[in-house]
């Protein structure tokens, strides 16, 4: 992979040749932006962006793209964005702190952990998921990220009339969320690229977007009037996420791996699409 550019202020970095949201300010402005060590318990919002702002949260953010969006599009938002992995919260962090995005910050924690042990309920205005990993293999369908249970963490720690944000380009994963979101949202189905970003929000939507496949885009109002008992009665009636995920789409998810920025020890893993666990049995050859 060509190095990265040398940050100079006004540089505006390309992706797949389209422009990665913000410009690099002066290093006299940069932000410190990383959450190195995840506080203990439920999160004071004030105390972490040290200013009281709506939040919104990007999960499973990857390189960044999509909380940069967030971030240089509303300045009115304290914007944090979080991923299981740690190399591409390096990333995303460098990008924020060069753009002077003070009010962002990135964090390497699950996106159900973090909703589940760290959101007070009530208190996010706003949750973005793009391109959950749909998981292929039968064996790990219990990793997949957009449950009922998930859901109703999600309704919980919404604002009245918060919303949630979501996105892929699996068919099977759309056909679920939209069976079993409008349980605790209103739902409705975005036509076509998002109005602000048509180019797409994140790389995994850009290259999808190349190879003609379809993407899946969709927000939902939290409903009002259910109580987190409620929710979470109805979570335990809905189906878990078992569909057939569509092994033809792991061609996308290899290219994604293969341009991935990386150390130099070569491609790195997806933050969207990361390895099977170390003790879980290699796939099987496919004829």
């Given at each position: 992979m060509p190095p990265a550019p040398t940050p100079h202020p006004g540089l505006v970095e390309l992706e797949f040749g389209v422009p990665i949201p913000?410009?690099?300010?002066?290093?006299?402005?940069?932000?410190?932006?990383?959450?190195?060590?995840?506080?203990?318990?439920?999160?004071?919002?004030?105390?972490?962006?040290?200013?009281?702002?709506?939040?919104?949260?990007?999960?499973?953010?990857?390189?960044?793209?999509?909380?940069?969006?967030?971030?240089?599009?509303?300045?009115?938002?304290?914007?944090?964005?979080?991923?299981?992995?740690?190399?591409?919260?390096?990333?995303?962090?460098?990008?924020?702190?060069?753009?002077?995005?003070?009010?962002?910050?990135?964090?390497?924690?699950?996106?159900?952990?973090?909703?589940e042990r760290h959101v007070l309920p009530?208190?996010?205005t706003e949750l973005h998921c793009y391109h959950p990993q749909p998981f292929y293999d039968r064996r790990d369908v219990g990793r997949r990220l957009i449950t009922p249970e998930f859901l109703s963490l999600a309704h919980r720690a919404l604002v009245p009339g918060g919303r949630l944000v979501l996105q892929t380009d699996n068919p099977g994963y759309w056909k679920y969320i939209s069976r079993v979101v409008p349980t605790f949202f209103d739902w409705h189905e975005q036509p076509g690229p998002w109005h602000d970003s048509p180019q797409g929000r994140t790389r995994r939507e850009i290259m999808a977007h190349s190879k003609g496949l379809p993407i899946f885009r969709g927000w939902g109002v939290a409903?009002?009037?259910?109580?987190?008992?409620?929710?979470?009665?109805?979570?335990?009636?809905?189906?878990?996420?078992?569909?057939?995920?569509?092994?033809?789409?792991?061609?996308?998810?290899?290219?994604?791996?293969?341009?991935?920025?990386?150390?130099?020890?070569?491609?790195?893993?997806s933050a969207k699409h990361p390895p099977r666990h170390p003790s879980s049995k290699p796939p099987r050859r496919r004829r």
């Open positions: 913000g410009m690099v300010v002066d290093e006299s402005l940069w932000a410190r932006t990383a959450l190195k060590r995840l506080p203990e318990g439920l999160w004071n919002w004030d105390e972490l962006f040290g200013r009281s702002a709506p939040v919104v949260i990007d999960i499973g953010c990857g390189n960044g793209r999509s909380t940069l969006h967030l971030a240089v599009n509303h300045p009115e938002w304290n914007v944090l964005g979080v991923d299981i992995l740690p190399v591409v919260i390096r990333y995303a962090t460098r990008r924020a702190n060069q753009r002077g995005l003070t009010h962002a910050r990135l964090a390497v924690v699950g996106g159900r952990e973090l909703l009530s208190s996010v409903r009002g009037g259910l109580s987190w008992d409620e929710a979470l009665a109805q979570a335990r009636q809905l189906p878990p996420p078992t569909f057939d995920a569509d092994r033809r789409l792991q061609a996308l998810d290899q290219l994604e791996r293969d341009t991935g920025e990386s150390p130099a020890t070569g491609p790195r893993p």
